[in-house]
């Protein structure tokens, strides 16, 4: 499990690298995304800087999920149930079991009378920071695809009149 730490850091940082080239290729001029005009272009780039925040937050937090599990099953003296530094055994007296939930970025330490107890072990800056940008992206996605997506123009095709079939010329 700890083997995943680095494969998660660097696959995060690879997508927070797409996501920013990508929102400096529509903010800055030039022939790439000239598609993108007005006040789509603006918000185009608002998309993708979310995007690159979302996954760099998202990615903290998960990388912080999976040192908490490697410790876990670290094992080695003094570490029933967990080792001393477990987050449910450092802030919990008498938690015997833990989950861990990926998607909220929690951790829930089970105590010895069934009653589960959440530990803050990723920060809760982050989480909202994760919560925030991920909601912000589909807005503003949603706002860019409801508007037409990138042409803002017509396309030129075929004009049809009242009385012809299919849009062709008689």
Known sequence: MF???PVVFLAAAALVVFFLLQCLGVAL???RHRHWSGW???????????????????SLGAMTLLSTVAVAQDGGADSAP????????ARLKGAVDYDVHFLTLRTVCVMEDGERREVDDVPQGVRTTA??????TAVLAGVVWAAGGPRSRPTGGPVTRGGNRGGMAP
């Not at 789509?40 to 998202?58: D, E, F, G, I, M």
């Not at 967990?82 to 055994?89: A, E, K, L, N, T």
């Open 29 to 31: 001029p030039g022939r």
């Open 131 to 136: 919560a925030a940008s991920a909601a912000c």
């Open 82 to 89: 967990f080792p001393y530094d477990h987050p449910c055994r």
């Open 3 to 5: 083997l995943l730490i």
């Open 40 to 58: 789509r272009r603006l918000v185009v780039v608002a998309v993708h800087a979310c995007a690159a925040t979302v996954t760099a937050s998202y």
